[in-house]
T-cell receptor, first 112, second 117 residues
Framework: KQEVTQIPAALSVPEGENLVLNCSFT??????LQWFRQDPGKGLTSLLL?????REQTSGRLNASLDKSSGRSTLYIAASQPGDSATYLC???????????FGSGTKLNVKP | EAQVTQNPRYLITVTGKKLTVTCSQN?????MSWYRQDPGLGLRQIYY???????DKGDVPEGYKVSRKEKRNFPLILESPSPNQTSLYFC????????????????FGPGTRLTVL
């Protein structure tokens, strides 16, 4: 069974800071890794999907990296804004199966 | 607009009263899945479906049933709900296999908050 861990569980930063969210997984035989954002009481919004053959994926101020061999992914947020405040989740499927495993998330608060 | 819809969004019911939460997607996705989200436990997969008439258990299937008679719909059935099924439920879909084990983005519905008294 895949174990997915996200550190830190919560993070509070002033506006404008660059920050890094971490996701680690125990089974490195993955097809891809997906980062999501969840606002309170809302559904999940896909941010970035990194295929197993990729090392990085970028979208605007977001950059996600993937190191399969070490079982880690990072989500880099540049020049954080109060609107970035949300919970960020990572998810991985298991190779040859169709199950997905989620981390518990990092709750981000960006202070104006 | 491409989307996953769930109904109802909120439901309060009593123990033992059968209920169905509907899920529908308009993106012609092969893969659909149900998750529950609980504080401290994160998102856990209940059931998934690779295509019409193909379903399988996730990590927490006990007390739930699903069916996939049409590609766009994937209802979640609780035959005899119990208080420990009080949770926030999400349906998701993606393009699925695409000729191999190639998983693409999962798109999520808005969630259904279920309370079982």
């Amino acid at each position: 069974k895949q174990e997915v861990t996200q550190i830190p569980a919560a993070l509070s930063v002033p506006e404008g800071e660059n920050l890094v969210l971490n996701c680690s997984f125990t089974d490195s035989a993955i097809y891809n890794l997906q980062w999501f954002r969840q606002d309170p009481g809302k559904g999940l919004t896909s941010l970035l999907l990194i295929q197993s053959s990729q090392r990085e994926q970028t979208s605007g101020r977001l950059n996600a990296s993937l190191d399969k061999s070490s079982g880690r992914s990072t989500l880099y947020i540049a020049a954080s804004q109060p609107g970035d405040s949300a919970t960020y989740l990572c998810a991985v499927p298991i190779y040859n199966f169709n199950k997905f495993y989620f981390g518990s998330g990092t709750k981000l608060n960006v202070k104006p | 607009e491409a989307q996953v819809t769930q109904n109802p969004r909120y439901l309060i019911t009593v123990t033992g009263k059968k209920l169905t939460v509907t899920c529908s997607q308009n993106m012609n996705h092969e893969y659909m899945s149900w998750y529950r989200q609980d504080p401290g436990l994160g998102l856990r997969q209940i059931y998934y479906s690779m295509n019409v008439e193909v379903t399988d258990k996730g990590d927490v299937p006990e007390g739930y049933k699903v069916s996939r008679k049409e590609k766009r719909n994937f209802p979640l059935i609780l035959e005899s709900p119990s208080p420990n099924q009080t949770s926030l439920y999400f349906c998701a879909s993606s393009t699925g296999l695409a000729g191999g084990f190639s998983y693409n983005e999962q798109f999520f519905g808005p969630g259904t908050r279920l309370t079982v008294l």
